[in-house]
């Protein structure tokens, strides 16, 4: 790893930036896929949460995370496993990419709440240095 890759992030027993022991995921924790930004980096991985992807990252604690990969973030190299990277400080994240999985399951009366129809928007999001541009889904009045 790069030094100084997550220069946020919290040192090691041995004082290296940006891991800690991870230890094995608490109960009730699930491995959520994401792709992720920093300034200079491109990761690939799962992070082992619980409940929403939004509250996790808004907690502002670090993450555990697993099976990642990382690569420089303007795509001139393949990503490769980073198996010593086993936590991740939301600070140190500029855009996170997660699918459908990233959602806790809904009970019945939330399911049926979610079938109203949903309205959407063109988004463009300046994020620096990057911008994402796409459509979002909302729910009316949203």
Do not use: C, Q
């Not at 555990?64 to 001139?76: C, E, F, K, N, Y």
């Amino acid at each position: 790893m790069p030094f100084g890759f997550l220069k946020r992030g919290r040192s090691s027993a041995d004082g290296r930036p940006g891991e800690a022991a991870a230890g094995p995921p608490a109960s009730g924790r699930r491995g959520i896929p994401f792709h992720g930004l920093t300034e200079e980096w491109r990761l690939i991985g799962r992070m082992e949460i619980e409940g929403r992807l939004s509250d996790a990252l808004n907690r502002r604690e670090a993450i555990p995370i697993t099976d990642v990969s990382w690569a420089p973030a303007d795509g001139s190299a393949e990503p490769t496993p980073a198996p010593g990277l086993e936590r991740i400080d939301p600070f140190d994240l500029i855009v996170v990419f997660a699918g459908e999985g990233s959602l806790p399951p809904l009970s019945e009366a939330e399911r049926a709440a979610h079938r109203l129809h949903k309205v959407s928007y063109d988004v463009a999001l300046e994020v620096p240095p990057f911008r994402v541009v796409g459509t979002v889904y909302l729910f009316p009045g949203s």
